[in-house]
């Protein structure tokens, strides 16, 4: 497994070096930095049901942001889209948020039998993170969520 990753991880940085035309800079490194990490973590880390948890999490964070560029609250350092979340793209967003929202439906599922009050987080973190697909004008994270 660790040789998989470190293949993918060289043909990363060759294809970057030589198809992309950009110098490496900062964010590059960092970028791949939280990809292995990531990887890593749930890889050999977390149990499923944490890594799901972690997902929702960040569909949360992401969708406050969402939220706050609604509102006028926060600007995008991009002209041509009004509400992109965390990325350049509403698409991308949308994608992401997609992701959230199945796994926060599927720990949805798992408790529905279980205390009340898991449940009711989850089916209002449900409704916020599609709410945020929906704003984000995202296509292919509607058809996802659906």
């Known amino acids: 497994m660790i040789k998989n ?3 993918y991880l060289l043909y990363g940085a060759l294809s970057a070096v030589f198809l992309s035309g950009r110098t490496l800079g900062v964010f590059f490194f960092m ?4 990809v292995v990490a990531m990887y890593l973590i749930a890889k050999y880390g977390l149990s499923k049901k944490v890594a799901l ?3 929702v999490i960040a569909g949360i964070v992401q969708s406050v942001l969402v939220l706050a560029q609604q509102v006028g609250y926060y600007r995008v350092g991009n002209e041509a889209y009004e509400i992109t979340g965390f990325f350049s793209n509403p698409g991308h967003m949308g994608c992401f948020q997609a992701i959230s929202f199945v796994a926060v439906f599927s720990l949805l599922i798992i408790e529905w039998n279980g205390r009340t009050v898991v449940r009711l987080l989850y089916l209002t973190t449900v409704f916020l993170i599609g709410y945020s697909v ?3 004008g995202s296509r292919a994270g509607m058809l996802a969520c659906v």
């Open 31 to 34: 970028k791949w930095i939280a």
């Open 53 to 55: 948890n972690m997902l």
């Open 134 to 136: 929906i704003i984000s």
């Open 5 to 7: 990753l470190l293949l």
